[in-house]
């Protein structure tokens, strides 16, 4: 395509806080999907299906108020209207026409075994329930879709039934005739031959593609329909779903935007700014669910974009295009060249540059501290995974981290007790003495086991130091057994977070689990000193 054609509009429909709320353990609050929903809209896409009025209170509640998306079309999700009733007499679907909503979705059978088998109604039956869906929601005066479920698993069986679904809903008036990949079994050629197949008799521009990732081929499926004809995906947030998930709309937004097949051919609604935002909103997202983020994620995982082997990470310093295939920047992501016993010096001085310690490579400070890395993760040590931990060993190395404080002595016990109840119980407690300023402080706690009681202890008092980690926060802890045995070396990674968003991850290791902790927390600690800008005593 030359540069003065136009281009063809992509549509993007987030169904995470109705789909993606299947998923197991994900349950959002009225208060989360307004921010999720405000969030979406801000990046620009286009629909965002805020769940199903009536179906539960949040999504009833959330549906009550009206919502200012500005262009993004708010969208209520519902089922078409059951057999034997009029679409005007029906509570379920005059429930969701209801709803403050800019348009609707319903979902209707498309497979004739389902609509037999699932609905127990005829096929007729069913065809006459989409054609009085739709005509009664374009009276509403709002936007109509409808997603035609199982469609592809319908259409290998029944092609002219399945056909027939979607042709009575485009027919009918709907705007969007969405093709589901509901058990997510079809593989990217089928979706291509069916989907070119469909397009032959509806419209692309009125066609949308709903794909599952059962097969890990959902972002794939997505793609090969819009080469097939389809103008709206629809996708979540991080893939979130029942079973395995959606189509991941943060691996499909910088793939349209970014790859030239794709973004010399179609536009879609999300900025350069937009885009730039993805990795922050995924992240967001993962922090509202309380898991941990997929540090392999594609575009926006921490290691998305992470370098191990010495060889590449020259290759990198010399034209980052050798090993990335978009800049990290454009997805608000970052390079990250690890310090390892694999790596070389590319990887230490562009590690010692980003955390704003530039040498020269033929610094002798650069080769005293490789061997010293070296030396470390032979003991167990592993500082790709700790770059907290590696940045205060290079400023220890260079004499470059103040004595915050300094541990005299700890201990923990673990004692079976009754509780305030009368009820037997596990307590752990834990004393922990530090100097500061030359000041001595001695501390008490009692955790759920010995290593929270550290924590606690450990930062329950600093003297002076106490409002520069008021805000931390350990948000995760990894125990890894180095060698067989109750004697095995253990290392232990400990991330923690602050107000600003900030993660770090800090390591340590030891024959003594308890004292493997206790080194990852006074990294932890010190390391958010460090970057606080704590005064040096």
């Not at 993962?286 to 898991?291: A, K, V």
């Not at 673990?414 to 509780?419: D, G, I, K, P, Q």
């Not at 409002?467 to 070396?489: N, Q, S």
Request: proline content about 4%; charged content about 25%; glycine content about 10%.
């Amino acid at each position: 395509m030359g540069s003065g054609a136009v281009k063809e509009r992509l549509y993007l429909f987030d169904t995470t806080l109705r789909d993606g709320q299947q998923t197991a353990g994900v349950d959002f609050s009225v208060e989360e999907k307004t921010k999720l929903a405000t969030l979406l809209a801000a990046m620009g896409v286009d629909y965002v299906e805020g769940g199903f009025p009536g179906a539960n209170p949040t999504d009833t509640a959330f549906f009550a108020e009206a919502h200012d998306l500005g262009s993004t079309k708010l969208t209520a999700f519902g089922m078409t209207k059951r057999a034997g009733r009029s679409a005007s007499n029906d509570p379920v679907l005059q429930g969701v026409l209801s709803a403050k909503a800019d348009a609707f979705c319903f979902v209707a059978k498309s497979w004739d075994y389902h609509v037999e088998f699932a609905l127990g109604v005829t096929l007729d039956e069913n065809l006459a329930s989409i054609r009085e869906t739709v005509t009664l929601a374009v009276q509403n005066g709002r936007e109509v879709m409808i997603d035609c479920e199982h469609f592809f698993d319908g259409y290998k069986a029944n092609p002219e039934y399945a056909l027939d679904c979607a042709r009575a809903a485009h027919e009918a008036g709907a705007r969007w005739v969405v093709l589901c990949d509901t058990n997510g079994g079809t593989l990217p050629n089928e979706v291509s031959r069916i989907v070119g197949e469909v397009a032959a008799r509806i419209p692309g521009s009125h066609l949308g593609i709903h794909a599952h990732d059962d097969t890990g081929c959902a972002v794939a499926n997505s793609l090969a329909a819009v080469q097939a004809g389809v103008r709206q995906i629809q996708g979540t947030l991080n893939g979130l779903g029942e079973r395995c998930g959606n189509a991941n709309l943060i691996s499909l937004i910088p793939t349209l935007k970014l790859k030239p097949h794709f973004a010399e051919t179609f536009e879609i609604g999300i900025s350069e700014e937009g885009l730039r935002g993805i990795t922050a909103l995924s992240r967001q997202l993962d922090e509202m669910l309380n898991r941990n983020a997929d540090r392999h994620a594609p575009y926006v995982g921490t290691n998305a974009f992470a370098t191990k082997a010495g060889i590449h990470a020259s290759a990198i310093l010399k034209d980052p295009r050798t090993y990335e295939h978009v800049a990290p920047a454009t997805v608000g992501n970052r390079r990250r060249l690890l310090v390892s016993d694999q790596g070389g010096k590319s990887n230490l001085l562009a590690e010692l540059e980003r955390v704003g310690i530039p040498l020269g490579k033929d610094d002798p400070a650069v080769s005293r501290l490789l061997d010293t890395v070296k030396e470390r993760e032979t003991a167990g040590y592993a500082y790709e995974g700790a770059q907290a931990s590696f940045e205060l060993l290079a400023r220890r190395t260079l004499g470059d981290v103040p004595s915050f404080f300094e541990v005299e002595s700890f201990r923990t016990s673990v004692e079976l007790r009754h509780n305030a109840q009368g009820e037997l119980a596990t307590v752990c407690e834990a004393v922990v003495k530090v100097s500061v300023r030359g000041e001595s402080l001695m501390s008490v706690a009692e955790g759920i086991g010995p290593v929270n009681a550290l924590d606690l202890a450990l930062r329950k008092d600093l003297g002076g130091y106490q409002p520069f980690i008021r805000d931390l926060r350990l948000v995760d802890y990894k125990v890894r057994i180095l060698d067989g045995g109750t004697e095995a070396v253990t290392r232990v990674l400990i991330e923690s977070s602050d107000e600003s968003g900030e993660t770090w991850t800090t390591i340590g290791v030891s024959p003594n689990i308890i004292d493997a902790s206790f080194q990852a927390l006074i990294d932890s600690v010190t390391y958010k000193l460090l970057k606080s800008g704590a005064p040096a005593p």
